[in-house]
């Protein structure tokens, strides 16, 4: 049973408060959930780089561990991942190895995302909608990194 495309922005809600945990914290403000089939979500993560000195711990990193740890295995085929930005060719990795059912993200990224090095870094049978919540989950990125370099 897959989630209908009508929650796509109920879930990215969802995540949205992942990141502005992140955000908090001090860290990238980028948030990530995975979603059951049966629409309970069963992974959630936030950036922890900074606080885990961790290059590795991305948000969706977080959520696939949490996710996996939950069903008690490592693929989540019938799952979808909602993250606010999309994934860098190690997390897209991670998803393939995974076998995520379908990814969900809001914002692009020209300069690091994995669509720069083509889909096939997916699972082939991964499906990908782009583009929900798109201002507001690349707005949270932006004015973080804006104030930054302020």
Not at 32 to 60: C, F, K, M, Q, W
């Amino acid at each position: 049973m897959e989630i209908p495309t009508g929650q796509d922005e109920k879930f990215m809600r969802v995540a949205l408060n992942e990141a502005r945990e992140a955000l908090n914290r001090g860290e990238v403000p980028i948030g990530a959930v995975i979603v059951a089939p049966s629409g309970t979500i069963i992974g959630r993560g936030y950036n922890l780089v900074e606080t885990l000195t961790d290059a590795t711990a991305h948000a969706e990193m977080q959520a696939i561990t949490a996710a996996s740890s939950a069903l008690g295995g490592k693929y989540l085929t019938d799952c979808t991942l909602y993250v606010t930005v999309e994934p860098c060719t190690m997390c897209a990795g991670a998803m393939a190895w995974s076998q995520l059912g379908r990814l969900v993200y809001g914002a692009t990224d020209p300069k690091r995302g994995y669509s720069r090095h083509g889909r096939q870094l997916l699972h082939p049978r991964t499906g990908v909608t782009a583009g929900i919540m798109e201002e507001e989950c690349g707005g949270l990125v932006s004015d973080f990194f804006k104030k930054l370099r302020a």
